[in-house]
Nanobody, 124 residues
Framework: QVQLVESGGGLVQAGDSLRLSCAASRRTFSDRAMGWFRQAPGKEREFVAAINWSGRNTYYIDSVKGRFTISRDSAKNTMYLQINSLKPEDTAVYYC?????????????????WGQGIQVTVSS
């Protein structure tokens, strides 16, 4: 069992930056691809970014390219999402997830473990 705990969310103003963290409970984190998803009020959860097991390959949805950066530190069993130039439309609950394999993926079905989610609210 892998437990994932997100941190770093909160209430910010448009244009601000945040860094979300996702701490994994076990060493097996290093063998798995990881991803970030988000769910805005009244909307379905959507893929945001993914990183493969080594950290060398990343993937983003178009709406966050250039503003979001996903990274991981295997020594700390932690994944990060740096969010710059926040917009009100970024307001959502952000979830981190660990895939069953090592390749990056945008598909929810490929993710085996999920965090509880953390709120990010961007005021205009």
């Amino acid at each position: 069992q892998v437990q994932l705990v997100e941190s770093g969310g909160g209430l910010v103003q448009a244009g601000d930056s945040l860094r979300l963290s996702c701490a994994a409970s076990r060493r097996t984190f290093s063998d798995r691809a990881m991803g970030w998803f988000r769910q805005a009020p009244g909307k379905e959860r959507e893929f945001v970014a993914a990183i493969n097991w080594s950290g060398r390959n990343t993937y983003y949805i178009d709406s966050v390219k250039g503003r979001f950066t996903i990274s991981r530190d295997s020594a700390k069993n932690t994944m990060y999402l740096q969010i710059n130039s926040l917009k009100p439309e970024d307001t959502a609950v952000y979830y981190c997830a660990a895939a069953s394999g090592g390749g990056r993926s945008a598909l929810e079905a490929t993710y085996e473990y999920w965090g509880q989610g953390i709120q990010v609210t961007v005021s205009s």
